[in-house]
């Protein structure tokens, strides 16, 4: 990729970073707990981009923006141990995953996740996100109607 090229994508995945923070800024508010230090976790993200661009949890290869339904490639901030089973915004809970890994896991334990990863396949793992998106995707059109 030319240096213009990497420039662009560095930018691109910055401004998915800042739509991220606003998350977990939400987020951390809602539960109590303290915001990460930002510059720290951009680094975080930024040297993953550069080096081992791939899901932590499953290996697959991230995508900055997802475009293609149901979007699970695309990159997540995630707790390890869920805001909502006591867990923090520490640099070490938070990892950097593909958004399907994100959205099965949910609050379930880290280790249990993986678990599922290892006796689990990748169609298994496509299955549940796909039941998943398409319920969320289902209720959102639910709450458009009742407006």
Not at 57 to 69: A, E, R, V, W
Not at 74 to 90: A, M, P, R, V
Request: glycine share 6%; aromatic share 10%; with cysteine.
């Amino acid at each position: 990729m030319s240096e213009n090229g990497k420039l662009l994508a560095e930018s691109m995945l910055k401004a998915r970073f800042e739509s991220r923070w606003r998350t977990i800024s939400r987020s951390s508010a809602k539960h109590g707990v303290f915001l990460p230090n930002k510059e720290t976790l951009w680094n975080k993200l930024l040297a993953k981009y550069r080096n081992d661009w791939r899901c932590s949890y499953c290996g697959q290869p991230l995508m900055i923006k997802d475009s293609t339904p149901p979007f699970g490639r695309s990159f997540s901030i995630e707790h390890k141990k869920s805001l909502y089973t006591k867990g923090d915004n520490s640099i070490d809970n938070l990892e950097i995953i593909c958004h399907r890994c994100n959205i099965v896991k949910g609050t379930m334990e880290y280790d249990t996740y993986m678990a599922l990863l290892k006796i689990g396949s990748q169609d298994l793992i496509d299955k549940m996100y796909a039941e998943i998106w398409a319920g969320r995707l289902a209720d959102k059109l639910g709450r458009e109607e009742a407006l």
